[in-house]
């Protein structure tokens, strides 16, 4: 059995979820991969809340609440060194 494409939240949950992210909306539908106009058509329920609207924004709270933590990828320079990699001991 595969993973539904079908979301299982409404869009007034989608509305209760970013408030409690404490996110303007127009931040929230950017890290949501959509615009301001898709995010307010599927708070309103003009559109269903897509699954990856419901995964982005599982990962939005993880992050949240600290259960997630976010951490850029170093830097490669143009010699392959990463700028800011630990130092070995030199063993």
Known sequence: MGISDES???????????R???QPYTEAAERLGLTITGLQKQMRGERRVSRQ???LLEYLE???????RYHRPHRVTQGGEQPHAPKGDGS
Do not use: D, F, P, V
């Open 53 to 55: 609207t419901e995964l």
């Open 20 to 22: 409690a992210l404490g």
């Open 8 to 18: 299982t939240i409404t869009g007034e949950e989608l509305r209760a979820r970013i």
């Open 62 to 68: 993880a992050l949240h609440s600290g259960r997630l």
